[in-house]
C-alpha cells in the first residue's frame, strides 16, 4: 500500500509541475491532494469536501481527472477507467489499467501539440 501511495502521488505531482503549478509538493499530503485535483483541473478549491461523500465524489473525481488529462494533451476518456476501479470481481484489473494510465499521463509527452 506504501508503494502505491507513493507511486500515485510522485505522479500527481509530476503532473502539477508539468502543467506549471508552483504548490505541487500538495501531492504528498493525503487530504491536500483531493483539493490539487481541483486545482489542475481549473475548479474551486471548495469542492474538495466533496470527498467526505464518496458516491459523489467518485463521479467529481473522473470529471475533474478528464480535464487535468485534456490539459496534458491526453484524451479526456482515460479518467474513466478509475470510475470502473469499483466494480466487483473486475475493479483490480480497472485499477491497474487506470495507474498505467496515471504513469502515461504523468511521464509521457504527447508528439502532437497539446491544447492549452
Known sequence: MIGLYIYVAFAWYTIARKLGYKKSWLAWIPIAHFFLLLILAKKHWAWGFFILIFPVYLV????WM?????RRGYPGAFSLIFLFAVLPG??????????????IVAWSDMK???KK
Open 60 to 63: 467529481l473525481a473522473v470529471f
Open 66 to 70: 478528464w480535464l487535468i488529462f485534456e
Open 90 to 103: 473486475v475493479g483490480g484489473i480497472f485499477l491497474f489499467a487506470f495507474l498505467v494510465m496515471l504513469g
Open 112 to 114: 502532437k501539440k497539446r
